[in-house]
């Protein structure tokens, strides 16, 4: 069992950056892929980006490419979502996930290939 929290949300305006933190628990971190996600109101969830647990591999959500880096740091048990010029369009709750059954290369951009999620934190961008 993994649990996820997620920090680091919080107001920004169009052009700031911000940077998320998903720490877990759990002795096995290095071995999950995680992902990162988001909702803004009334819309579905949309795939942010996803790194394998070795970390040479991710992937990024078209609306992101350019502007968002995730990373990670096994010895912390944390990913990080790297957020920069920020748009009003980014306003949403972000979600970490992760999949405790890839092989180390693997990143999945479908919230159904994660196993567990956190609670969210809310990112809020003003124009």
């Known amino acids: 069992q993994v649990q996820l929290v997620e920090s680091g949300g919080g107001l920004a305006q169009a052009g700031d950056s911000l940077r998320l933190s998903c720490t877990a628990s759990?002795?096995?971190?290095?071995?999950?892929?995680m992902g990162w996600f988001r909702r803004a109101p009334g819309q579905e969830r949309e795939f942010v980006a996803s790194i394998s647990w070795s970390g040479d591999n991710f992937a990024y959500g078209d609306s992101v490419k350019g502007r968002f880096t995730i990373s990670r740091d096994n010895a912390k048990n944390t990913v990080y979502l790297q957020m920069n010029s920020l748009k009003p369009e980014d306003t949403a709750v972000y979600y970490c996930a992760a999949n405790g059954r890839s092989y180390y290369s693997d990143y999945g951009s479908s919230a159904q290939w994660y196993d567990y999620w956190g609670q969210g934190t809310q990112v809020t961008v003003s124009s």
């Open positions: 759990g002795r096995t971190f290095s071995r999950y892929a």
